[in-house]
């Protein structure tokens, strides 16, 4: 698997959320549909994407390079703040504190947190947009 279909892969496993009522929080959903959220590239996400969705940057390296720093956006429609960071906390559960190996050809990459780790954001054109903001590194374990 390439670098890039690697990346696709890991970042296409974010669960979608649903609330419940009965704990008063956001939880994995399970409406029989899709059981993730779509992840696109920054520059691929197409015409009429419909909210959630993640987006990442793709930045790729070698070992003995210097880790690259991608950016990792995830998208929602929302009055309030609870859908973004249930969406933030599952992110952190897939990018854990000491990071996460992923297997690529020629090799592997190693994920982990950047600083600052999450920021909140709004979009300035539709205030029902709520953006969380990922700094993500990534430490390329591969001959080329």
């Known amino acids: 698997m390439t670098k890039e279909a690697a990346l696709f ?3 296409s496993t974010l669960p979608k959320l649903a609330y419940d009522k009965d704990s ?3 939880v994995a959903a ?3 549909k899709e059981a993730t959220i779509p992840a696109y590239v920054n520059t691929a996400v ?3 994407a419909e909210l959630p969705y993640l987006t990442y940057t793709v930045l790729i390296g070698a070992f003995g390079e210097p880790a690259c720093s991608l950016t990792v956006n995830i998208w929602c429609r929302t009055t309030d703040e609870a859908e973004p960071n249930a969406y933030a906390r599952e992110l952190g559960k897939l990018i854990p504190r000491g990071g996460v190996l992923l297997h690529c050809d020629g090799g592997g990459m190693r ?3 950047g600083n600052p780790w999450c920021q909140s954001l709004v ?3 539709d205030r029902t ?3 969380r903001y990922f700094n993500v590194e990534v430490e ?3 001959e080329e």
Request: net charge negative.
């Open 9 to 11: 892969t890991f970042f």
């Open 24 to 26: 008063d929080g956001y």
């Open 30 to 32: 399970n409406d029989g």
């Open 46 to 48: 197409p015409d009429g």
């Open 111 to 113: 994920i982990y947190r």
């Open 123 to 125: 979009d300035d054109t």
């Open 129 to 131: 947009i709520k953006r």
């Open 140 to 142: 390329y374990i591969t």
